[in-house]
T-cell receptor, first 112, second 113 residues
């Protein structure tokens, strides 16, 4: 069966520090991968998606970037965090073709 | 521009009764709709979906209804159980979008014992 792992579960970072969140998927090949953010009191907003290694599409302009160095690995990064980067970050995978996406347990990021 | 709207932020229902969660959308290109359930500090889990070629899909206690002319869908939970207490997100997909999901803001359902 397929599983998705995200870490860390929680993270507290100072403003201006770098960020690296990692997501890995097991049990499937060539998945579509997605990064979402849920800000306080808001829905889930798609940040990035990837349909293959090295292929990244950004949905909203922001202070973050994403990379996919391996087929089942998706990384969310920032060089300098802003207060507005606080939120709950979720990684998801899917097969496309209007099939449901499956989410990891998320990372709660707090910027101080 | 919120293309998927869940206008009621919360709903409280007695155990055993029906829960009806509503969702409206504005983009007529959406052709596939999903409901997700989310507990605190966890990722959303998929509940049920419906294609635009259908008007109803049922899975156990969960039924989703789609009214395309009104651009409205609803999730019915019968009977409601305390374990159903969670945030429910409505999401939509449009063709050619790499199955990217557009989410609503979510509804917090509380089922009272």
């Amino acid at each position: 069966s397929q599983t998705i792992h995200q870490w860390p579960a929680t993270l507290v970072q100072p403003v201006g520090s770098p960020l690296s969140l990692e997501c890995t998927v097991e049990g499937t090949s060539n998945p579509n991968l997605y990064w979402y953010r849920q800000a306080a009191g808001r829905g889930l907003q798609l940040l990035f998606y990837s349909v293959g290694i090295g292929q990244i599409s950004s949905e909203v302009p922001q202070n973050l970037s994403a990379s996919r160095p391996q087929d089942r690995q998706f990384i969310l990064s920032s060089k300098k965090l802003l207060l507005s980067d606080s939120g709950f970050y979720l990684c998801a995978w899917g097969t496309g073709n209007r099939q449901p996406q499956h989410f990891g347990d998320g990372t709660r990021l707090s910027i101080l | 521009d919120q293309q998927v709207k869940q206008n009621s932020p919360s709903l409280s229902v007695q155990e055993g009764r029906i829960s009806i969660l509503n969702c409206d959308y504005t983009n007529s290109m959406f052709d596939y709709f999903l409901w997700y359930k989310k507990y605190p500090a966890e990722g959303p889990t998929f509940l049920i979906s419906i294609s635009s070629i259908k008007d109803k899909n049922e899975d156990g206690r969960f039924t989703v209804f789609l009214n395309k002319s009104a651009k409205h869908l609803s999730l019915h939970i019968v009977p409601s159980q305390p374990g159903d207490s969670a945030v429910y997100f409505c999401a939509a997909i449009r063709p050619g979008a790499n199955s990217k999901l557009t989410f609503g803001k979510g509804i917090t359902l509380s089922v009272r014992p």
